[in-house]
């Protein structure tokens, strides 16, 4: 298919780039290169260098590439950030997403995969999470992603959009051969920051809160690759065969890990202790999210090929060997 990848410069969306090509699909990217990286873009992809906001740029986008689909990564997705700044993770994550759709439809181009979260349940009362959970979000983030959500459903109801929206829980890792791999800048994730602290590029890791009531008191997440989680994305593209369809999976291992279990592996892997220290516990987070995996793994055949925390921290450690400095961009 011809296949538009909004924010695939990015951490995520240039993982599912480079699988999409892989597959045998036209390929192009469209991204503002704010958190973005241009280098990540493989050699012969075009790179649309426009504001998902931006309808006319957007739309010329869409007919230049005579798109079929859209698979939408670009958003601001950082928890803590979205607190302090919730306005503004509304206006990129919500407002310009809706510059996107409006494009879309003017253009005729009615397939999305998109990129939601976990985040929109809040604290969920039942583990592991199925996607029938009521949606609560605690933090901004996780509400502009609901937000979006909803339209796509009206969308599809009014428009007959088809779209899949997957509920991500914490991706991870970076690709097999270190080519591509996790640069945020500022970087607030669990796993670069621990890597960070055995190589000695940071201080040593902070532990936002060691009295949560789980097994250890430290959260627990369910980590899944990057390539597990974007390649999820193709999957789902025959699916999309109708009008209207509303598709919603999320998108986890079903595998608990706590922040203690990640600090283990990723001295494991480096054969050399984490630095950490406790601290307070960071606003926003819930004490437990994890994936009931069952939906996409029956509908779509989906099965992580990482299935185990070491062989994803592995990537990871990998990735920041090779690259001290991350994408020189
Ligand atoms: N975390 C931590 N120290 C850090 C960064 C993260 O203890 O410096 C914890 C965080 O509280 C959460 C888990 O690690 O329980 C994963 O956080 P991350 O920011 O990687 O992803 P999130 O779950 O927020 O999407």
Redesign the pocket.
């Known amino acids: 298919m011809n296949v538009l990848v909004v924010g695939g410069a990015g951490y995520i969306g240039s993982h599912c780039v480079r699988q999409a090509l892989a597959a045998g699909h036209q390929v192009a990217v469209l991204d503002n290169l704010s958190y973005g990286h241009a280098e990540s873009v493989p050699e012969g992809v075009r790179l649309f260098r426009v504001d998902m906001g931006d309808q006319a740029l957007v739309r010329d986008a869409l007919r230049t590439h005579q798109t079929e689909v859209v698979i939408d990564f670009a958003a601001f997705t950082n928890?803590g950030e979205s607190v302090q700044q919730p306005e503004r993770y509304h206006e990129n994550n919500v407002v310009r997403t809706e510059g996107l759709l409006q494009a879309m439809l003017a253009e005729g181009v009615k397939k999305l995969v998109f990129s939601s979260t976990c985040?929109t349940y809040g604290i969920p009362d039942k583990m592991p999470m199925t996607e029938d959970l009521p949606q609560n979000p605690i933090n901004p983030y996780g509400a502009t992603k609901l937000a979006v959500e909803k339209r796509l459903r009206e969308l599809a109801a009014s428009h007959g959009l088809s779209f899949a929206a997957f509920r991500y829980f914490?991706a991870a890792g970076a690709s097999a051969d270190a080519a591509i791999g996790e640069d945020h800048s500022p970087e607030?994730?669990?796993?670069p920051?621990a890597i960070a602290a055995v190589l000695g590029r940071r201080p040593p890791?902070?532990?936002?809160?060691s009295d949560y009531p789980t097994p250890d008191g430290?959260?627990l997440?369910d980590y899944v690759h990057v390539d597990d989680l974007s390649r999820a994305h193709l999957d789902v593209l025959p699916q999309l065969n109708q009008p209207g369809q509303a598709l919603f999976y999320n998108l986890g291992t079903g595998t608990p890990y706590s922040?203690k279990d990640?600090i283990a592996s990723v001295g494991r892997v480096l054969g050399r202790p984490v630095p950490y220290e406790c601290a307070e516990?960071?606003e926003g987070?819930p004490p437990a999210?994890y994936a009931d995996a069952s939906k996409v793994r029956r509908e779509l055949g989906w099965v992580p090929r990482y299935d185990t925390l070491d062989s994803i921290v592995l990537t990871a450690c990998n990735w920041h060997l090779a690259r001290p400095k991350g994408y020189a961009s």
């Open positions: 928890v985040a914490n607030t994730h669990l796993i920051l890791l902070k532990v936002f809160g430290t959260c997440r922040v990640v516990r960071r987070d999210l």
